[in-house]
């Protein structure tokens, strides 16, 4: 998860403790994407499907939050970071987005209703903004920031969600629309960060 700089610096700080004492009783960073990704999953599909939004988002952003903690521990820890623990975390993030506003596009689905193709729409692009970066990184182009990262996308489907599961009428209608409207104002302006670096280094 890519936390605002501004609020970066202080959260790593609290939660520092924490990190070296699992790090003291032999807990790894992969053993905290794995029960993040996982549990997380699991949480989004067994209550979204089913409609259960609010103790769904609740669950969801306990099992999310442990992504916090696995980039501190790898950076404490004697071996650090490892490339099949960044692979490992960042595969896990795309499969816990996608079981998130898939479970909930499965459950308005049964409905026939109307945000379907919305969320749909947010699944896709939100991937999208993960892969250029990634294929741009391996081509040895920079492509951090963008209008909606990771954590401003979460927080918009989980506002929505928990909102929704409070019966906030349209939360879930205004949260789906601005996720998918954001998202897809990210995917092009990536595209358009990635175009630029590919035409100054022709230069």
Known sequence: ??????IKAPVTRFITPLCRGLLRIGVSANIVSALGGIGSTLAAIFFFSYGHYFWGMVVCVFFVL???LDGTIARLSPTGGSRWGALLDSTLDRVTDSAVLGS??????KSSDRLVPVLLTALVTGTLVS?????AEGLGIECSGGFAERTERLLIIFFAIGFAGLGTPYALAIGSWVLAI???YTVFERLIIVYRATLISRV
């Open 1 to 6: 998860m890519v936390l605002q700089s501004s």
């Open 104 to 109: 909930v596009a499965y459950h308005l689905s």
């Open 131 to 135: 892969y250029i970066k990634a294929r």
């Open 66 to 68: 442990f992504d916090l």
């Open 182 to 184: 954001v998202s897809t």
